[in-house]
């Protein structure tokens, strides 16, 4: 079992930058690959970025070249910095983490609790 807990949401301007970090606790995330998901009022789960065991990393390309997704397993804490921030990216970030990288909320079989960012125009 992995529990994961999110922080670092709030509210920005438009262009302004955020780190999300997600703690994990009961096994060590070093074993697990990492995801960001984000939820918008009214609608699906989304994909916004993935990082395997190995660091190799992916996005969705509305964040491409402004988001950037981490980890440091010595810390057991996962990231996603967030810069140049639309209103479009306003919802509520969560973390996951599964056994395989994937791009699909399905493939992940744990999850943090959610942190809203909101980001103003």
């Known amino acids: 079992q992995v529990q994961l807990v999110e922080s670092g949401g709030g509210l920005v301007q438009a262009g302004g930058s955020l780190r999300l970090s997600c703690a994990a606790s009961g096994r060590t995330l070093s074993s697990y690959a990492m995801g960001w998901f984000r939820q918008a009022p009214g609608k699906e789960r989304k994909f916004v970025a993935a990082?395997?065991?190995?660091?190799?990393?992916y996005y969705t390309d509305s964040v491409k070249g402004r988001f950037t997704i981490a980890r440091d397993n010595a810390k057991n804490t996962g990231y996603l910095q967030m810069n140049s921030l639309k209103p479009e990216d306003t919802a509520v970030y969560y973390c996951?983490?599964?056994?395989?990288?994937?791009?699909?909320?399905?493939?992940?079989?744990?999850w943090g609790q959610g942190t809203q960012v909101t980001v103003s125009s």
């Open positions: 990082i395997s065991e190995s660091a190799i990393t």
């Open positions: 996951a983490a599964s056994p395989i990288v994937g791009r699909t909320r399905y493939e992940y079989s744990y």
